[in-house]
């Protein structure tokens, strides 16, 4: 569906509950509320809708939403079983937790993308514990966050790695949206982090622009007191 919805009413969802696999959806004001006038999704219609990808008719979320949560409750409310979501328009600078705990209720997702929201270090490790389904990761990164600093440099990677579970061994691939070179350190740091954590994470992908960089500042990286202990792990990492 593009920006202007061509229809008066749900005319488009009639007849497809069995069978409507995929959906793309620019959340605009007129479809919000036909889908709730109609009462197009529910907890149990649809029950085919595998993808489901929003996108907001804006730079961040909608205005006709009073939160980012009630906006991530709209997205997560069609299609409820949905093994792949994309939501674009939630990115902010602010804490995204109560946005993101309210993923908690759908473990069957396998592939989730943010496409414009930038995830912290704390945000990929809650989203890879909460979704032992989730397999693969879309999204940008804004690195370690505040919560590391407490963390001395020669404790970080046994930390990391003590967080590692078997409710994480599905997650495989972070598809890195939009890394900047000034933000290369940092996002370098934040995959070898998931990398301790995520123990069959191997395959991260960034832009081609940045890739030899980027993969010269993650040797470099590797070979620190940080994380040197934990090199025949690290270089398992695939990039492209």
């Known amino acids: 569906m593009t920006n202007t919805y061509p229809f008066s009413d749900d005319l488009p969802f009639r007849g497809n509950v069995a069978t409507l696999r ?11 509320d036909i889908l709730r006038q109609y009462e197009v999704f529910s907890s149990t219609s ?8 929003i996108e907001s008719p804006t730079d961040g979320i909608p205005s006709h939403f009073e939160s980012r949560e009630a906006y991530m409750r709209f997205a997560l409310g069609i ?11 939630i990115s902010t600078g602010e804490d995204l937790s109560p946005a993101l705990s309210l993923l908690t209720s759908h473990s069957c997702i396998q592939l989730l993308d943010f496409p414009d929201t930038p995830l912290m270090l704390w945000d990929i490790e809650f989203l890879t514990r ?8 879309g ?21 990391m790695h003590s967080l590692s579970s078997p409710s994480r061994e599905n997650f495989r691939c972070w598809r890195l949206a939009n890394v ?24 991260a992908a960034v832009s081609s622009l940045i890739r030899k960089e980027f993969m010269k500042l993650m040797e470099e990286t590797i070979q620190s007191d940080g994380f ?9 990492l695939l990039f492209d």
């Not at 909460?130 to 990761?137: D, E, G, I, K, V």
């Open 46 to 53: 649809h029950s085919e809708l595998k993808r489901v990808e």
């Open 130 to 137: 909460s979704l032992p389904l989730l397999s693969n990761l």
């Open 22 to 32: 995929y959906l793309h959806i620019v959340a605009t004001r007129e479809v919000c």
């Open 180 to 203: 900047v070179r000034g933000d290369l350190q940092e996002t370098v740091e934040c995959v070898l982090s998931v990398a301790l954590f995520c123990p069959n994470f191997d395959y």
């Open 228 to 236: 040197k202990q934990h090199a025949p792990r690290l270089r398992r």
């Open 79 to 89: 299609g409820p079983g949905a093994l792949v979501r994309s939501i674009r328009g």
């Open 139 to 159: 999204c940008l990164s804004t690195g370690l966050g505040l919560m590391m600093e407490d963390i001395a440099l020669d404790e970080y990677a046994e930390f």
